[in-house]
């Protein structure tokens, strides 16, 4: 199988705190990592890409300032949300992949930010 | 990547045969047709890729036209479990790890009894 976890599954924060986010590959070695946002009735949206040792590669419009990604292993990757506000509530889903074949997504965590 | 077109919604009776269309008429020659599916408030599961041979699995199949511009996921003998936002989705990666899956609308499939 190819099985990854995210820790927590959810998360309530106050407004101006920062969470970090795990992303783990269980059963195989991940050489790249996703993270993704989605927000209700929305589509999944690319936030970064990283693989592991070097620096993330973000999309348009997502300020890697605010969302700070490590990729310290073949195994896991985390993101920070730094400085969380309302508008960051989010259900936050991360994916890993192999050098070939398809990505693997977590069970994702649902972030609220009051 | 070439974009996809997928009907924004299907229904299915249990226990038939499921199928889902999808166009993607602008796809290129290194470009893989991938199918995940969402079922709310869960993570998406991967269900099968192809190039351009059709391809089953444990899960489903997937038929490719000739000319690559159009597919068709098959869920054999669709269960109420089969409920869930179907994405199809193409990638130019190649089948390499760094390509970026970008997701559309989906159709959503409602199988009832």
């Known amino acids: 199988g190819a099985v990854v976890s995210q820790h927590p599954s959810w998360v309530i924060c106050k407004s101006g705190t920062s969470v970090k986010i795990e992303c783990r590959s269980l059963d195989f070695q991940a050489t790249t990592m996703f993270w993704y946002r989605q927000f209700p009735k929305q589509s999944l949206m690319l936030m970064a890409t990283?693989?592991?040792?070097?620096?993330?590669?973000?999309e348009q419009g997502v300020e890697k300032d605010k969302f700070l990604i490590n990729h310290a292993s073949l195994t896991l990757s985390t993101l920070t949300v730094t400085s969380a506000h309302p508008e960051d509530s989010s259900f936050y889903i991360c994916?890993?992949?192999?050098?070939?074949?398809?990505?693997?997504f977590g069970p994702g965590t649902r972030l609220t930010v009051t | 990547d070439a974009k996809t077109t997928q009907p924004p919604s299907m229904d299915c009776a249990e226990g038939r045969a499921a199928n889902l269309p999808c166009n993607h008429s602008?796809?290129?020659?290194?470009?893989?047709v991938y199918w995940y599916r969402q079922i709310h408030s869960q993570g998406p599961q991967y269900i099968i890729h192809g190039l351009k041979n059709n391809e089953t699995n444990e899960m489903a199949s997937l038929i490719i036209t000739e000319d690559r511009k159009s597919s068709t996921l098959i869920l054999p003998h669709a269960t109420l479990r089969d409920t869930a936002v179907y994405y199809c989705i193409v990638n130019n990666a190649g089948g390499t790890s760094y390509g970026k899956l970008t997701f559309g609308q989906g159709t959503i499939l409602t199988v009832h009894p």
């Open positions: 602008t796809i290129s020659g290194n470009e893989y």
């Open positions: 990283s693989n592991e040792g070097s620096k993330a590669t973000y």
């Open positions: 994916s890993a992949s192999r050098s070939t074949g398809p990505q693997y």
